[in-house]
């Protein structure tokens, strides 16, 4: 993909994702709502100072340190992670031996088709690009073994109403740790009954999602995926006195509005 972005422009980090969203929505993967789901958390990245906090970042190790640890781990995807960082995120699934659910709110079967095609034609290119510390031959191995899960959901998230309780028996429903990127409120307790650790990654440190995870990090998705990749390369062990409230207390009080 081309983006139009100006690597000059103060703000170009969040230009790039703009025509990032723009691109997606053209192709079709998107929900209508996204750019509004979009535009929101580009208002609390403003606040939260565009840059990763020291608890957004102690929350990242965390969730390094529990995907590593996992023995099912399942990276679910919708369509803004898809325009935003489905190749960032397949490369930490591709490490963390994961595989990826494309589950998505707003579902149709159409969007699912246009995601799905869209997430592993990135795939097959990834499979191309081993990145340092790894041989062509392991890289090209490591990715071809996610699986993109999502097409033939034959599982119901419980406690869940409609098509968006849809997943796979072999994904979502049996995984014991997962990342779920801007996920909504009544799907992150849905998951977190169901037994499982889930890790969120929300700007709005009060968004019942983020109040709902085991492990919230509240950054902006894209700068959390590339953190998550090289923490995952020195994880530490998790923590079982994990304090979340305290985590987003301290998002909170990171909230600024100083001009930046
Ligand atoms: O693709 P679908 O059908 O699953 O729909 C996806 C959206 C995102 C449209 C849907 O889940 C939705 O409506 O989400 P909400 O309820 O608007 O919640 C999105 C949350 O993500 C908000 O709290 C935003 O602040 C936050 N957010 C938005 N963009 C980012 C973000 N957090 C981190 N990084 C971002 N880039």
Redesign the pocket.
Known sequence: MKHVADPTHPRYRSLL?RAKIEEAVKAGL??D??L???G??EA?DYLLGERTSESAMQATKEAAARLMAAEHPIISF???TVA?AAEELLKCAAVMGADVEIN????TEERMRLLISSVSKTKESLKHEAPDGFSADEWSRMVESVRILGGEPDGLIPGLEGPRANCHSEGILSADVLLV????GDRCEALVAMGAEVIV????PI?RSARMASVTVV????RFALNLYEEMKKPGKPDDDWNNQAILDAAVNSVTFTEQ
């Open positions: 994702m998107l929900a709502s996204a509004i789901a979009h929101r958390g609390f919708n369509g803004n935003l998505i709110f707003y579902r990127p801007l996920e909504d990654i929300d700007l709005n968004s950054d902006e998705l894209t």
